[in-house]
């Protein structure tokens, strides 16, 4: 079969002949439906090395950890999943057996030093590519709903969601506002899930006009980055400054700026993996506000992200590209060229 293949640190990827994977016992062979582009991709192949990566994503494999597909052969032991139904993946895979992993939050297994990959595409064969292997309880059912423009929901519809249930406490009454800081795929949809989640006043800030274009049609309030970003974010705000904020960025900039028009009692999540640091001080930071990250989700908020999808409240901008044109999702991806999220359908005649 054909796949997308991280071969070496510091090198892009190659599309070529991969062996079809077989289901081992617990797991399932999907026919991919389709496979987000994500920055974090981008990521393990550029900007990581062996001295700076986690040990768990040295190459080789097929990248992908945004998937989808139908169910194709069952693995020893497997029950209760029907041939050709469609489910969406969940990326991570953790021990299967610590306490976190009980719980559905595999991004946070307690085992994690001793797996050898963590995630789908991330250290495990992914989903560019015609055929990949999951295990059982890590799929999520879609029915009837479609498994292609889906396949982004297992990490930019997911990931925000996670991280705005989390701040749902700061959200709840009247008057209150949010702050999404970058409008790529991650931002674009966390916008939807807070309209449909809060009665929250949106605000969202990008430097792209089409982006801000695109979550104000979501119901968003948007303002431009420049130098008075930070000033009329808190104008719209009355001067008291917004309750929650997602920095789907996570540069020391957007940090520092968010952090800057945060109200007392506050909830600031910086979601974006981009290595910003912020200095923290009593004197400048509102009381009782609060600076947290978070990564992922878990398998429940997955199931939950599939009833919005399912539901209508939330649908992903994609871009779709044939297995041919992979490559040159992830070159436009790496370019800043893309006004949706890259989604590979590795069936899709070109």
């Not at 070529?16 to 981008?42: R, Y």
Request: with cysteine; charged share 20%.
């Amino acid at each position: 079969m054909r796949a997308v293949v991280f071969e070496a640190w510091k090198t892009f990827p190659s599309l070529t002949e991969w062996e079809k994977p077989k289901p081992g016992p617990g797991e399932v062979l999907l026919k991919v439906a389709g496979a987000g582009a994500c920055h974090s991709d981008v990521a393990v192949y550029k900007d990581y090395e062996a001295a700076t990566a986690p040990p768990q994503l040295a190459p080789s494999y097929v990248l992908g950890h945004e998937n989808s597909g139908w169910a194709e052969e069952l693995g020893e032991g497997v029950e209760g999943i029907e041939i050709g139904a469609a489910f969406l993946v969940y990326g991570p895979v953790g021990c299967g057996h610590c306490a976190a992993c009980s719980r559905g939050e595999d991004t946070y297994c307690e085992n994690v030093a001793s797996m050898s990959y963590l995630a789908s595409g991330l250290g495990r064969d992914g989903g560019m590519a015609e055929y990949i292997t999951v295990p059982a309880r890590n799929l999520v059912p879609l029915g009837d709903a479609d498994p292609i423009a889906a396949a982004p929901l297992s990490d930019a519809g997911l990931t925000p969601y996670h991280a705005i249930k989390n701040s749902l406490p700061n959200l709840a009454g009247g008057g209150k506002f949010a702050l999404v800081v970058g409008l790529g795929g991650l931002g674009q949809i966390a916008v939807q899930i807070l309209r449909a989640l809060t009665g929250a006043t949106i605000i969202a800030t990008d430097s792209k006009p089409d982006a801000m274009r695109r979550a104000e049609a979501s119901g968003a309030v948007t303002v431009p980055s420049g130098p008075d970003q930070a000033a009329q974010i808190r104008a719209l705000t009355g001067g008291r400054g917004v309750d929650a904020a997602f920095d789907f960025v996570g540069v020391a900039p957007t940090i520092a700026m968010a952090a800057s028009v945060m109200a007392t009692k506050s909830r600031l999540t910086v979601v974006g993996i981009a290595g910003g640091a912020y200095e923290w001080s009593f004197f400048n930071t509102p009381y009782e506000s609060t600076l947290t990250n978070t990564y992922w989700g878990t398998i429940a908020d997955l199931y939950e992200v599939v009833a919005m999808y399912k539901a209508g409240q939330i649908k992903p901008d994609v871009e779709l590209f044939a297995m041919d044109d992979a490559l040159e999702a992830y070159r436009k991806l790496e370019a800043g060229e893309l006004s949706g999220r890259a989604v590979v359908v590795p069936h899709m005649k070109k």
